[in-house]
């Protein structure tokens, strides 16, 4: 059997009176149409092979608020914000480490956990991440994000230099400092089934961060 390889292309449709560019995709195993918008401002279009353009740019239409929400939302963190860039990550790397110690050091008055090592790190798709010999990583680019997703990120590798995992002790520990940890994980919503790809990682949801909202139909 020979691999059918479907190209994708680039397409443009008008939404309320906004040209909005988007990426088609056509997939073999897709049962049906699926909308993503990912934080770098990028759309992305899969439809089964079958399904006419027609019927996809009717869904995109009818969509269109919450595409264009979302495209809204993703703003605010810059467009070039997430592109990994070594130059970048040189020029804020110190800037990222002090909000950092600085963070840690105000949560740590809840806490009071010993750890070993502060690295900021020029990570694609990790906001954070806390090893076993109790070093916590930070992903520059958390110096860009909401101070209250920051913080969030920074309990939440904090918590598990006591709890190297995601139980309920964790989550409790979590709410010590940031009560309104479950509302963050709604205003960041990002569905379960698109983590995959970083799965492996026992990422939180800030964590997924990089990986896209979407609208799908059955
Ligand atoms: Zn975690």
């Known amino acids: 059997m020979t691999k059918q390889i479907y190209p994708e292309q680039l397409r443009g449709i008008k939404l309320q009176n ?9 997939s073999k195993r897709a049962k049906g149409m699926c909308l993503a918008v990912y934080c770098d401002g ?17 869904f995109i239409i009818q969509k269109s608020n919450w595409i264009l929400s979302k495209l809204e939302y993703f703003k605010q963190f810059g467009v070039d914000v997430f592109k990994n860039d070594y130059q970048k990550y040189l020029a804020h790397k110190d800037e990222a480490l002090d909000l950092v110690k600085e963070r840690i050091k105000h949560f740590n008055k809840t806490y009071n956990l010993k750890f070993n090592k502060i690295n900021i790190k020029n990570q694609k798709t990790r906001w954070g991440s806390c090893s076993k010999k109790g070093n916590l990583n930070f992903n520059y680019k958390i110096l860009f994000l909401p101070k209250h997703i920051t913080d969030y990120i920074i309990v939440h590798e904090l918590c598990h230099l006591k709890e190297f995992n995601h139980s309920g002790k964790f989550w409790d520990l979590v709410n010590k400092a940031i009560p309104n940890h479950s509302e963050l994980k709604k205003e960041i919503n990002f569905p379960r089934a698109y983590a995959r790809g970083i799965s492996r990682v026992q990422a939180s949801l800030v964590q997924r961060l990089l990986v896209p909202v979407v609208q799908c139909t059955l």
Do not use: H, M, Q
């Open 18 to 26: 906004k040209k909005v560019d988007y990426t088609l995709k056509i």
């Open 42 to 58: 990028s759309f992305v279009v899969t439809k089964p092979i079958g399904l006419s353009e027609n019927i996809v740019e009717k």
